[in-house]
């Protein structure tokens, strides 16, 4: 059993930072969510985009982060989980907003997943 505890904080990007979660640009002037916190003794800190931790959020919600044969290591894997096992719209533009780093074909983002997060 691990103890883990963890804190959000949400800044304004001064210069370009990556998404830990999905690894999009995010660009000066944007605001990001720094999750900071100690797993197991262990202390660590992601830069995550408004997206990543409104899907972050909802799979957990889904209770995909831990799965019958262990724990899923990172974002991507626990949205795959989640449309395997239920496929679903919902479930469906998560998983492509994700995997398109949550920017559409002409090069505007995406909105951020909140509907889709809170259902």
């Given at each position: 059993?691990?103890?883990?505890?963890?804190a959000?904080?949400?800044?304004?990007?001064?210069?370009?930072?990556?998404?830990?979660?999905?690894?999009r640009?995010?660009?000066?002037?944007?605001?990001?969510?720094?999750?900071?916190?100690v797993?197991?003794?262990?202390?660590?800190?992601?830069?995550?985009?408004?997206?990543?931790?409104?899907?972050?959020?909802?799979?957990?919600?889904?209770?995909?982060?831990?799965?019958?044969?262990?724990?899923?290591e990172?974002?991507?894997?626990?949205?795959?989980?989640?449309?395997?096992?239920?496929?679903?719209?919902?479930?469906?533009?998560?998983?492509?907003?994700?995997?398109?780093?949550?920017?559409?074909?002409?090069?505007?983002?995406?909105?951020?997943?909140?509907?889709i997060?809170?259902?």
């Amino acid at each position: 059993m691990s103890d883990a505890s963890f804190a959000d904080v949400v800044r304004v990007a001064r210069k370009t930072h990556w998404c830990t979660g999905c690894g999009r640009r995010i660009s000066g002037g944007e605001s990001y969510t720094i999750r900071s916190g100690v797993c197991d003794g262990e202390i660590w800190s992601a830069r995550w985009c408004h997206h990543c931790v409104a899907a972050n959020d909802w799979a957990i919600r889904e209770g995909c982060w831990e799965l019958p044969g262990g724990i899923v290591e990172n974002l991507a894997q626990a949205l795959q989980c989640i449309w395997e096992e239920c496929p679903s719209l919902c479930a469906g533009r998560m998983l492509i907003g994700f995997r398109r780093q949550w920017t559409r074909r002409d090069g505007t983002l995406m909105a951020i997943p909140a509907k889709i997060a809170s259902r």
